[in-house]
């Protein structure tokens, strides 16, 4: 009886293997990844392909793929075919003949089908074979949060500064991912399964690797100048960074990648907020112009608190000269070291007392003057090589001991002395040639 029941089962399965089969998949979801194909038998009593095996695909099958879908044909575990544009695929390289497609005859198929109900009676009557149709999500897979449980080191660089710090952010927001490799993910990932294999089965994994991604992913994108605070519009590159960083792990192992990166917030801690605030605030007094203004600004400020002084007006200007006397700095100073870089003429210059006097632009400020050596100095003697101030040209030394530059001497009004081996001429002028510069006449 055992031999007779397989010989029959084996006979009506090969009968009702040979029709060909029609597979599809209703539409993919968001959470669904991977899904069983599915083999179209009519609800209206129609259809004679009722009995065939569910996992057996005869030769000359129509599998139906839509956009968003990429199909595989797996045959006894391995994958035998694939397929990722949409449309209508026949399946002509099925070992399951079908007794209703080929080119041979209709006497060789006949004979082919009566061969492989020897092969099923060996099995008791059944196929032996599994064959299946499988179809993956090519869609973005939207909407999967994350968000730092502990700070996540980022490298601030601000060439502008010379600053280069470690700090410690904080962010969260959305990411998406796209299966890119059907082929490796159905080897490394979902298997040959049965039910449908949703997101949720990996997404733990997932968020928890991107999370540790995110790491060097910042630290790519720090050296590119990119801010921590201006990391959200510059998700495109984080995106980037992250595919670079876990393309060994996604990519290549299980066939996904990032598609996008969103970020919501991203925040230092104050302290480090703080730092860099104060980093960035000193880095500024390195141009002079920018600390004597600041100088200037507090001066003003003490000027005016000075004045508000509840001992009086007079004490409260005391203390500001005695504390612009111990800080040894002052803004004119400070403008004084700009050079010649066209100071405008409306510049104001601070002088040493604390006061405020308009400048007459130039390179080196007011009573400014630049040595043989380099050095800028406002007094009468090189504050780098010791130097004496060179005297302006054409100036003259008057008998009092006083420097001048006209005609007569500024601190007691005698005249300027004529040069060794002048002569007057009749005429007034002073001359020490042979003949006057301005009437001709011949030195007497």
């Known amino acids: 009886m055992g031999l007779l029941k397989a010989g029959a089962g084996a006979l009506g399965g090969v009968l009702a293997d040979s029709w060909r089969d029609y597979f599809y998949c209703d539409a993919l979801n968001a959470d669904t990844l991977v899904v069983k194909g599915t083999k179209r038998t009519s609800d209206k009593g129609r259809s004679s392909n009722t009995k065939g095996e569910s996992n057996i695909i005869s030769d000359g099958s129509i599998i139906a793929v839509a956009d968003g879908q990429y199909m595989i044909i797996v045959e006894q575990g391995a994958i035998v075919d694939a397929c990722g544009e949409p449309g209508e695929f026949v399946f002509d390289n099925s070992s399951e003949p079908s007794l209703f497609f080929g080119d041979d005859k209709i006497t060789d198929r006949i004979k082919t089908a009566f061969e492989r109900v020897g092969g099923r009676f060996t099995f008791g009557g059944d196929t032996g074979k599994d064959q299946r149709v499988y179809f993956f999500n090519k869609k973005e897979i939207i909407g999967n949060k994350y968000g730092t449980a502990t700070p996540v080191p980022f490298r601030v660089v601000d060439a502008n500064i010379g600053l280069d710090v470690d700090i410690s952010v904080r962010c969260n927001g959305e990411y998406s991912y796209k299966i890119t490799d059907p ?11 049965e039910e449908p294999y949703t997101r949720d089965k990996i997404d733990s994994q997932l968020k928890s690797e991107l999370l540790t991604a995110l790491q060097p992913a910042f630290a790519k994108i720090s050296a590119m100048g990119v ?68 100088i200037a600004a507090a001066q003003s400020d003490a000027m005016r608190t000075a004045a508000a002084n509840e001992s009086g007006a007079m004490a409260g200007f005391m203390g500001m000269g005695m504390a612009n006397m111990a800080g040894g700095m002052n803004a004119g100073s400070l403008f004084n070291q700009q050079g010649g870089g066209g100071t405008p003429q409306s510049q104001y210059n601070v002088a040493a007392g604390g006061g405020f006097a308009t400048g007459n632009g130039g390179g080196n400020g007011e009573g400014g003057w630049t040595c043989s050596c380099g050095a800028q100095n406002t007094g009468k003697f090189c504050s780098n090589c010791g130097s004496p101030k060179p005297a302006p040209a054409g100036s003259w030394t008057c008998s009092c001991g006083a420097e001048n530059t006209g005609k007569f001497c500024s601190n007691c009004g005698s ?5 060794a081996g002048s002569w007057t001429c009749s005429c007034g002028a002073q001359n020490t040639g042979a003949f006057c510069g301005n009437c001709g006449s011949k030195r007497p």
């Open 183 to 193: 082929l490796l993910f159905y080897k490394n990932v979902c298997g040959n399964v």
């Open 227 to 294: 801010r921590y605070s201006a990391v959200p519009a510059h998700t495109t590159e984080l995106a980037d960074a992250l595919n670079e960083v876990l393309s060994e792990k996604w990519a290549d192992l299980r066939g996904i990648e990032v598609a996008s990166f969103g970020v919501n917030t991203i925040a230092a801690s104050e302290e480090d907020e703080r730092m860099i605030k104060d980093l960035q605030k000193a880095a500024v007094m390195r141009d002079p112009a920018m600390a004597a203004a600041n």
């Open 415 to 419: 005249p300027k002395p004529a040069p």
